[in-house]
């Protein structure tokens, strides 16, 4: 079995682990190989061919394969290594990853830190257990997305999409672009699960309604899909009776929700929040167990790629240090969730960085508020930290920063508690 050794070994070559291996070689790690399990690096980004990509970090509106190819271009320059179309097999506790691919049969790759990048993957049909028979024509949306721009087929003509998901949305464009007819977007919430960006500019500007608090009750057809019959929902999802409706189609697109890919996580015994499905890391991109790293989609579902690769920066940066020991190691403060808040990264926070840098708390709110809203950080009852913003919308990330100033009040806290509330002025 060939051996390889690195310094940092980064697993996935999206836009969280370009960043992730680039920063890792530009603070000081000698040999960064970068595993990839397809042929080629970029991840999903080489299948969004629509714009949107970039406006945070280049200031410009870019097609996903363009954006991804910037870092692509500057992971070569800076000299990374890359290791294409091996698909990781297990990763030990001491940092021994086992891989396998055509060239060199199977290899064991000894690094001194791990970024593990995998990214996310598309709940199933199985997962939001619909009923009814299982005939050709259901499809995540991510699937009929590398069909149409990447193979160059169409999944069907007349389309209903379920969830109102990013994917879902775009896809709902870009098939109407293609000739096809998107019947109906359903989504079961009161609410948008994607940015409203996406709405207006997929949805209304195309004349393709959306039903709120409406999902599938059954899949009609044994061969094909024939027609999709739909139902609305209470509060409590509960069907309400007489409320069915057949649509005639041929394909029903699923854009019900993204899960971070951490089997290789599990494998290791890196501990994962229940409530993202990723990793527990704190403002390092550390995970609990030591030397392992977390960037990207991988510890939660960002809205916009610009913010993964941001968190592959620092993930990258980190682990470079760790690898040539001089990752610091302060008191850590563990943040907190409070009101309207369903989750936020990072878990902990390493008080001494904010002597060096800002740190940004990133977080999804659990429930919609259309009115001006404040973000606070409080250190118990006192709040530290504030930041007023118009609205805040479960599709669309929160974030709000601590600076040098907040280490004074931090110093006797126990833990960091962030809430989302109604401004009263």
Same mark, same amino acid.
């Given at each position: 079995?060939?051996?390889?050794?690195?310094?940092?070994?980064?697993?996935?070559?999206?836009?969280?682990?370009?960043?992730?291996?680039?920063?890792?070689?530009?603070?000081?790690?000698?040999?960064?190989?970068?595993?990839?399990?397809?042929?080629?690096?970029?991840?999903?980004?080489?299948?969004?061919?629509?714009?949107?990509?970039?406006?945070?970090?280049?200031?410009?509106?870019?097609?996903?394969?363009?954006?991804?190819?910037?870092?692509?271009?500057?992971?070569?320059?800076?000299?990374?290594?890359?290791?294409?179309?091996?698909?990781?097999?297990?990763?030990? $506790?001491?940092?021994?990853?086992?891989?396998?691919?055509?060239?060199?049969?199977?290899?064991?790759?000894?690094?001194?830190?791990?970024?593990?990048?995998?990214?996310?993957?598309?709940?199933?049909?199985?997962?939001?257990?619909?009923?009814?028979? $299982?005939?050709?024509?259901?499809?995540?949306?991510?699937?009929?997305? $590398?069909?149409?721009?990447?193979?160059?087929?169409?999944?069907?003509?007349?389309?209903?999409?379920?969830?109102?998901?990013?994917?879902?949305?775009?896809?709902?464009?870009?098939?109407?672009?293609?000739?096809?007819?998107?019947?109906?977007?359903?989504?079961?919430?009161?609410?948008?699960?994607?940015?409203?960006?996406?709405?207006?500019?997929?949805?209304?500007?195309?004349?393709?309604?959306?039903?709120?608090?409406?999902?599938?009750?059954?899949?009609?057809?044994?061969?094909?899909?024939?027609?999709?019959?739909?139902?609305?929902?209470?509060?409590?999802?509960?069907?309400? $009776?007489?409320?069915?409706?057949?649509?005639?189609?041929?394909?029903?697109?699923?854009?019900?929700?993204?899960?971070?890919?951490?089997?290789?996580?599990?494998?290791?015994?890196?501990?994962?929040?229940?409530?993202?499905?990723?990793?527990?890391?704190?403002?390092?991109?550390?995970?609990?167990?030591?030397?392992?790293?977390?960037?990207?989609?991988?510890?939660?579902?960002?809205?916009?790629?610009?913010?993964?690769?941001?968190?592959?920066?620092?993930?990258?940066?980190?682990?470079?240090?760790?690898?040539?020991?001089?990752?610091?190691?302060?008191?850590?403060?563990?943040?907190?969730?409070?009101?309207?808040?369903?989750?936020?990264?990072?878990?902990?926070?390493?008080?001494?960085?904010?002597?060096?840098?800002?740190?940004?708390?990133?977080?999804?709110?659990?429930?919609?508020?259309?009115?001006?809203?404040?973000?606070?950080?409080?250190?118990?009852?006192?709040?530290?930290?504030?930041?007023?913003?118009?609205?805040?919308?479960?599709?669309?990330?929160?974030?709000?920063?601590?600076?040098?100033?907040?280490?004074?009040?931090?110093?006797?806290?126990?833990?960091?508690?962030?809430?989302?509330?109604?401004?009263?002025?």
């Amino acid at each position: 079995m060939k051996i390889k050794k690195c310094d940092v070994a980064v697993i996935g070559s999206g836009p969280g682990g370009l960043a992730a291996a680039i920063a890792a070689k530009q603070h000081g790690a000698k040999n960064v190989l970068l595993i990839e399990r397809d042929r080629e690096p970029g991840g999903i980004l080489l299948q969004c061919i629509h714009n949107g990509f970039g406006v945070e970090i280049f200031k410009k509106d870019l097609p996903g394969p363009a954006y991804a190819q910037h870092f692509i271009h500057e992971a070569q320059s800076v000299g990374v290594e890359f290791l294409l179309d091996t698909m990781v097999l297990e990763i030990t $506790r001491e940092k021994r990853i086992f891989a396998s691919n055509k060239s060199e049969g199977m290899l064991e790759i000894q690094a001194k830190a791990v970024i593990l990048a995998m990214g996310c993957r598309e709940r199933t049909r199985a997962q939001v257990r619909l009923p009814g028979a $299982r005939p050709a024509g259901v499809y995540t949306a991510g699937t009929a997305q $590398r069909w149409v721009n990447v193979e160059g087929f169409m999944p069907g003509k007349k389309i209903v999409i379920l969830g109102s998901g990013d994917i879902g949305m775009i896809m709902a464009r870009r098939l109407t672009f293609e000739g096809a007819k998107v019947e109906r977007v359903l989504e079961i919430m009161p609410y948008l699960s994607g940015l409203m960006r996406n709405y207006v500019q997929c949805l209304q500007d195309f004349g393709i309604p959306l039903q709120m608090q409406h999902t599938v009750k059954r899949i009609l057809g044994n061969e094909r899909v024939e027609a999709i019959e739909t139902v609305a929902v209470d509060d409590h999802w509960q069907e309400v $009776r007489g409320s069915e409706e057949i649509i005639p189609c041929d394909t029903l697109l699923l854009s019900v929700g993204l899960i971070p890919e951490n089997e290789l996580s599990r494998q290791v015994g890196i501990h994962l929040d229940p409530l993202t499905a990723g990793p527990f890391v704190d403002n390092y991109f550390q995970t609990e167990s030591e030397g392992f790293f977390a960037a990207g989609n991988v510890v939660h579902v960002y809205d916009l790629v610009d913010w993964v690769t941001g968190a592959g920066l620092r993930a990258g940066e980190s682990a470079a240090l760790y690898a040539r020991d001089c990752l610091p190691m302060n008191k850590k403060i563990a943040v907190q969730r409070g009101e309207n808040v369903h989750h936020v990264i990072p878990h902990y926070l390493d008080m001494g960085s904010l002597n060096q840098r800002e740190e940004q708390l990133q977080m999804r709110v659990t429930k919609p508020l259309e009115q001006p809203v404040k973000v606070q950080v409080m250190n118990g009852t006192e709040v530290i930290a504030s930041k007023a913003l118009p609205y805040a919308r479960p599709g669309e990330m929160v974030t709000i920063s601590l600076k040098d100033k907040h280490i004074e009040p931090l110093k006797n806290a126990e833990q960091l508690v962030v809430q989302v509330v109604k401004r009263e002025d």
